[in-house]
């Protein structure tokens, strides 16, 4: 499985940008797409995360009300739509596709910088 993410950018704060995530190769051993960022001088951390079956989503507490996480099962694609940006959201955010089951394995995007600055 490879994931390509697009979308990052510089934005203007409560600005908003919309990341994509497409999938290729067989993700039927996928059970969650999700997305993370990696802040300067931080660890890497989930913002988002859906379920490829089913529709429940869960978002880190500094992105809940601005994010939205959503998916396309059909493009194997997922989404981050983020609006009213601020400047802590600057960070390199990497799409994620994840087993929850044996063997656990997890497929990253290569990173998508986005930049929140005026």
């Known amino acids: 499985v490879q ?4 979308g990052g950018g510089l934005v203007l704060p409560g600005g908003s940008l919309r990341l ?12 969650a797409f999700g997305w ?3 802040r300067p001088g931080q660890r890497r951390a989930l913002v988002a995360s859906i ?10 507490d500094s992105v809940k009300g601005r ?7 059909a493009k194997n694609t997922w989404y981050l739509q983020m609006n ?7 960070a390199v955010y990497y799409c994620n596709a994840a087993e ?5 394995r997890n497929y990253w ?10």
């Open 36 to 38: 993370y960022r990696r």
């Open 51 to 60: 379920p490829r079956l089913g529709d429940n989503t869960d978002y880190a």
């Open 84 to 90: 009213n940006l601020r400047p802590e959201d600057t």
């Open 3 to 6: 994931l390509q993410a697009s």
């Open 20 to 31: 994509s995530c497409a999938a290729s190769g067989s993700i039927y051993s996928v059970d």
């Open 67 to 73: 994010f939205t996480i959503s998916k396309d099962n």
């Open 100 to 104: 929850t089951v044996a063997p656990f």
């Open 109 to 118: 995007g290569q990173g998508t910088q986005v930049t929140v600055s005026s």
